[in-house]
């Protein structure tokens, strides 16, 4: 049912999107224009999450650094109070940049589940203040639509 629903909203906006092409008065420069927007979004949120993989990876046994890395990947794709999927906005760019950015997105999401499910077993966690709020942070981030 859910997955239905995600296959419907993703068809919903390219046919919208598509319309809009068709049938706006506008240019072929600002069609050109749009979809060289949402290609520039995706190479960037590409580039982002790997230097946040990069850095969390490196950074593994900094408490502050995972905790503050955890609060950047939840808001990066926050808008409003409002959780986003994270290929929003990039909807009709390459298929293959769209596989980019899905494995740069759930490399960084693997680790964090992967560090929350470490520290959650361990029975020491609850005397320390920075575990703690790394695991809240750490929740907050896997937490997603």
Do not use: W
């Not at 890395?69 to 109070?81: P, R």
Request: proline share 2%.
């Amino acid at each position: 049912e859910m997955d239905f629903k995600k296959a419907k909203s993703h068809i919903s906006k390219t046919y919208d999107q598509l319309f809009s092409f068709i049938s706006n008065p506008g240019t072929v420069d600002d069609v050109i224009d749009e979809i060289i927007e949402k290609r520039n979004l995706a190479i960037s949120r590409i580039i982002g999450l790997k230097l946040l993989s990069k850095v969390i990876q490196d950074n593994s046994g900094y408490s502050s650094v995972i905790t503050v890395a955890a609060k950047l990947f939840n808001n990066a794709f926050t808008h409003k109070g409002k959780k986003h999927h994270y290929l929003s906005g990039i909807e009709g760019v390459d298929p293959s940049l769209q596989k980019c950015v899905r494995k740069a997105f759930f490399g960084v999401y693997k680790f964090f589940v992967s560090k929350y499910n470490e520290l959650i077993l361990r029975s020491d966690v609850l005397a320390d203040d920075s575990k703690c709020n790394m695991i809240i942070s750490l929740a907050a981030a896997i937490i997603f639509p």
